[in-house]
């Protein structure tokens, strides 16, 4: 299996902070990857360099490699937005925009120019089956966002990252603000997604990381501590902190 | 013993607060009822059909406001047509594209030192930047009540842009779009309430401006098309007010031009509240 993103040496500091520190990882193509570790570790802002979402915070300095698919993202030649349409995201609180279903899927699309209506209608049933909310939303297409459950908005999201066709999906805490029956949907969503889609989420439950991930990253205070195949990190952890973190010791 | 007068004094000193307050309340109260009953009843008997729809001659010695009426339609048009862009432009680029955090503060603080300052002020500074190069007339008055309300747009659109959810933003972002069309279609639908609010109040502020006009757009009564309107001088009802009461000593007109203002003001107030609540309601859904 070959590696889409590959980090060398980076290194993100907010200001004078440091958040990430010496993070080197290969992160495999069609996979589900699941970072692990206790609040402010860093995972997010990790998550958030592989988009560059973080250009958007004022202040944040970053060193070190990170290519995707041989192309470093930083490089001055790259298109920003390409690059987050080739790296799409969902965030941790559902945050559909306050319009209607079938513009919030085709929301980006039209940012990348495809205005035939026939063409938008086919890519918004597409994303929202593939999404697993097709049926539920069918007949209210034309109704506003806001008024669906949070589950229900939170899968809308990840059908609204699925319409522009991205190679990974980022996920920061997809289900924590979920209820139970939700957060299975989307586990289940999830691993069916990643017969097309790179998959890369952050959770901070445990047991979600081993039903779904196939690797799993844990950090610690801004560094990547250990990296391999969840069944291994979880049975036979190699690093002494990764033992104590997954048996709940401390974090 | 002792604890019981205490609570006593306690007590009276409750009920004196209590009625002073009372007593606060109703002469705020009465005050403003009188004010617009006054107003009302000494205004409305002047106003007649012929007083709306026919400008003042001195032959006839008629009084009409029909002109001013006018005016002051072309003047709050002129103004908000030049002030929306304006402050709704520098409210996106301040909240939205700046990144010098110090010099956006600095420029707010500007804004909201400037919103303050009397509006005579503004009449003069007005008068020597527009009225001595282009003659006294409406768009000298417009030109000068742009630079009166350019603050209250910004400000009121500036709120309302901060109100957007950053995690909108997050989203369009996030789906490779460009800043532009992150503005344009996420940011500035969730400002519409701010930029109504922000012209509902200026509407007011210009209606009941006297000082800044006086200056600037000069006290005629002639009845011009739009174009025309704005490069002649004239009065708008405010203006208008003052110069029959003060120059003329026509109360009766007086009043009625204060009744028209006062009954715009009401509905003005009612308007704003109106587009707040149902941005409100919109926004809690
Ligand atoms: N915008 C920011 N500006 C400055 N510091 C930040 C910013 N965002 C995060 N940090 C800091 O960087 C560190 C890592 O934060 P991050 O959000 O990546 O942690 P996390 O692992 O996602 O935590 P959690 O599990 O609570 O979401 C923290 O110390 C945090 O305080
Ligand atoms: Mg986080």
Redesign the interface.
């Known amino acids: 299996m070959s590696n889409i993103i590959t980090v060398k040496d980076m290194c993100l500091w907010y200001g004078e902070h440091q958040a990430l520190k010496n993070v080197n990882i290969e992160i495999p193509e069609k996979s589900i990857t699941a970072f692990i570790g206790p609040s402010g570790c860093g995972k997010s802002t990790f998550l958030k360099t592989l988009n560059r979402m973080n250009d958007l915070i004022p202040g944040v300095k970053i060193t070190g490699d990170i290519c995707y698919e041989g192309t470093d993202i930083f490089a001055k030649d790259v298109d920003v937005n390409n690059l987050r349409k080739e790296i799409g995201m969902v965030f941790q609180k559902p945050n559909p925009f306050p319009m209607s279903i079938y513009d919030n899927i085709a929301y980006g699309p039209r940012t990348h120019g495809i205005t035939n209506k026939m063409q938008l209608d086919d890519i918004v049933e597409r994303a929202l089956r593939d999404a697993a909310i097709w049926d539920e939303v069918k007949d209210r297409l034309k109704k506003n966002a806001l008024g669906m459950s949070g589950g229900q908005q939170q899968r809308l999201c990840i059908a609204r990252a699925l319409a522009v066709q991205p190679k990974i999906l980022l996920m920061d805490e997809p289900t924590s603000a979920l209820d139970p029956i939700s957060t299975s949907r989307i586990e289940e969503l999830v691993t069916e997604l990643k017969e097309k889609y790179t998959i890369v989420m952050v959770t901070h439950n445990m047991q979600q990381a081993v039903r779904v991930s196939d690797y799993t990253a844990f950090f610690l205070l801004g560094e990547l501590v250990e990296f391999s195949k969840t069944d291994d990190i979880f049975s036979q952890p190699q690093d002494k902190r990764t033992e104590d973190y997954i048996t709940g010791r401390f974090g | 013993m002792l604890n019981q007068s205490l609570s006593k004094k306690r007590k009276s000193f409750e009920v004196l607060m209590k009625a002073l307050m009372a007593v606060s309340v109703g002469l705020t109260a009465a005050l403003v009822l009188f004010l617009l009953v006054y107003v009302l009843m000494r205004g409305i008997p002047n106003i007649t059909w012929e007083l709306l729809s026919s400008k003042p001659s001195y032959l006839t010695e008629r009084i009409g406001i029909l002109p001013d009426i006018l005016n002051t339609v072309y003047i709050v048009l002129a103004t908000l047509l030049l002030v929306l862009p304006l402050g709704v432009g520098a409210a996106i680029y301040l909240t939205e594209y700046a990144?010098n955090k110090k010099v956006v503060g600095i420029i707010e603080y500007a804004a909201e030192t400037l919103s303050g300052i009397p509006s005579i002020i503004y009449g003069l500074v007005g008068m020597l930047l527009f009225s001595n190069s282009m003659g006294t007339c409406l768009m000298a008055g417009a030109l000068t009540l742009v630079i009166m309300n350019l603050p209250t747009i910004m400000r009121t659109t500036q709120e309302s842009l901060k109100t957007v959810?950053q995690?909108?933003?997050?989203?369009?972002?996030?789906?490779?779009?460009?800043k532009w069309?992150v503005v344009r279609?996420?940011v500035l639908?969730?400002c519409v309430d701010g930029v109504i609010t922000g012209c509902i109040l200026s509407v007011g502020r210009i209606l009941g401006e006297s000082a800044a006009l006086l200056f600037t757009a000069g006290f005629a009564h002639a009845v011009n098309g739009l174009i025309d309107g704005l490069a002649a001088p004239g009065a708008t009802l405010t203006v208008a007010l003052y110069v029959y009461a003060k120059e003329q000593g026509e109360f009766g007109v007086a009043f009625a031009i204060a009744a028209i203002l006062m009954v715009l003001t009401v509905l003005i107030n009612f308007a704003a509240s109106l587009v707040q609540k149902y941005f409100a309601k919109r926004r809690s859904?």
């Open positions: 990144s959810p995690s909108y933003r997050e989203g369009a972002f996030g789906l490779g779009a460009g069309r279609t996420v639908p969730g859904l």
